[in-house]
C-alpha cells in the first residue's frame, strides 16, 4: 500500500497560518534560532526565497513563471491612472524593474473575477510545485522545513478578492457559488492532504492589532493585504479582508486540528515566549524521540 507521509516521517514540516501582519514571521524566525541552538538542522521555505535561490531549472523556472503570473492575475485586469496593468513577462525585466515594488504604489481599481479566481489557482500550482520539488526533499534528507506563512493563506485571499468582484459585478461570469465549488476541493487538499504540515500553527489574535502593528512597521499595508483591486483600498478594505480571511482560518484550524497561539496587546517578547512554548511542546508531542522537552532544563537558557 502507497503511503505518501512515510517518506517524510524523518523529518518535520511545521507552518505557520495567520492574518498579514499578526507576527507570523516574527515567531517563525525565532523558533528557526531555538531549533538550530538545539542541534536540529532547519530549513526555512518560502516560494520567493527559492526564485533567486540555488536550485536546477527544473523546478526553479516553473516557480519563477507562476510566481509572477500570480502578480499578472491579480492586477492584469485592473486599471490604475486609467491604464491597466502590464506587468513584464521574463523573470530578468521583473526583477531588474522591481515589478513587485511598482505594484506595491499603485491605486488599482476594479479588475474582473477571472483575474483573481485564476491567481488562487495558480498560487495553489505553484506550492504543490514548492512541495513535492523542495519541500519533501529537505524532509527526505531529515530536515525540519519552516514555512513561515502556509500557503493557504494567500489562496484564501485570492479566493476572497474573486468572490467580492463577483458579488460587486453584475455582469460577473460565475455565481459566488460556484467561486466556493472550486475553492473546496482546493481548501481539502491544504487542509487534510499532501500539503499539510506535520504541526500547523494558527496565529491569532485581533486584526486590529495586525493593522496597528503592520502600519508601525511598514506605514502603510501591503499590496496584497487590502480589497484594492476590488476599489477598497487601505485600512478599511484591510480590516474587511483580514476579518474574513481570519473566520476562515478558525474553521480551518478547528477542522484539521491545528493548535491556536494568541497573540495579545503585549509587548513582542511576550507573545514570543509564549508562543515558543506553545510549539515546542507540539514539536516533542509530534518526534518525542529528538528529547526536546528534557524535563528541567528552561529551553530558554541556552
Ligand atoms: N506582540 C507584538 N507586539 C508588538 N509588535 C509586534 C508583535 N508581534 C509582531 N509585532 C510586529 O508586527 C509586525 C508584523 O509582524 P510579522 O512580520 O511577524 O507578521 P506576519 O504575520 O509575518 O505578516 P505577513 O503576513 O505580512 O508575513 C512586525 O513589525 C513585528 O515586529
Ligand atoms: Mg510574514
Redesign the pocket.
Known amino acids: 500500500m502507497f503511503h505518501p507521509q512515510t517518506a517524510e516521517r524523518r523529518g518535520l514540516h511545521i507552518s505557520f497560518l495567520?492574518?498579514?501582519?499578526?507576527?507570523?514571521?516574527?515567531?517563525?524566525e525565532q523558533l528557526v534560532a531555538e531549533l538550530r541552538g538545539r542541534g536540529l538542522t532547519v530549513t526555512p521555505v518560502t516560494w520567493r526565497s527559492c526564485l533567486d535561490a540555488d536550485l536546477p531549472a527544473w523546478p526553479q523556472q516553473a516557480l519563477r513563471t507562476l510566481w509572477m503570473d500570480t502578480f499578472r492575475l491579480l492586477f492584469g485586469g485592473a486599471v490604475d491612472r486609467d491604464e491597466h496593468v502590464i506587468l513584464p513577462e521574463r523573470y530578468e525585466e521583473w526583477t531588474a524593474q522591481r515589478s513587485e515594488d511598482q505594484l506595491g504604489r499603485l491605486r488599482a481599481t476594479a479588475s474582473s473575477p477571472s483575474g483573481p479566481l485564476a491567481a488562487a489557482l495558480v498560487e495553489f500550482a505553484g506550492n504543490v510545485v514548492l512541495h513535492a520539488e523542495v519541500i519533501r526533499p529537505a524532509l527526505e534528507r531529515g530536515e525540519v522545513v519552516v514555512q513561515?506563512?502556509f500557503p493557504y493563506?494567500h489562496v484564501l485571499k485570492e479566493y476572497l478578492l474573486a468572490s467580492e468582484l463577483t458579488t460587486a459585478n453584475a455582469n460577473s461570469p460565475y455565481s459566488p457559488e460556484e467561486v466556493d465549488f472550486l475553492f473546496k476541493p482546493v481548501e481539502a487538499f491544504f487542509g487534510g492532504g499532501a500539503l499539510s504540515p506535520d504541526v500547523g500553527i494558527l496565529?491569532d489574535g485581533p486584526v486590529e492589532l495586525?493593522l496597528q502593528?503592520?502600519l508601525?512597521?511598514s506605514g502603510a499595508v501591503?499590496v496584497l493585504?487590502d480589497l484594492r483591486t476590488a476599489g477598497r483600498p487601505g485600512d478599511e478594505g484591510f480590516i474587511a479582508l483580514q476579518s474574513a480571511s481570519a473566520r476562515r482560518f478558525h474553521a480551518f484550524a478547528q477542522k484539521y486540528g491545528w493548535i491556536v497561539h494568541t497573540?495579545?496587546?503585549?509587548?513582542?517578547e511576550?507573545?514570543?515566549r509564549r508562543g515558543l512554548d506553545l510549539v515546542l511542546a507540539e514539536i516533542a508531542r509530534a518526534r518525542p524521540s529528538w528529547s526536546l522537552m528534557t524535563s528541567g532544563t528552561d529551553f530558554r537558557a541556552s
Open positions: 495567520g492574518v498579514d501582519g499578526i507576527g507570523k514571521s516574527t515567531l517563525s513561515e506563512t493563506k496565529v495586525a502593528w503592520r508601525g512597521q501591503g493585504e497573540v495579545r496587546d503585549a509587548p513582542v511576550e507573545n514570543v
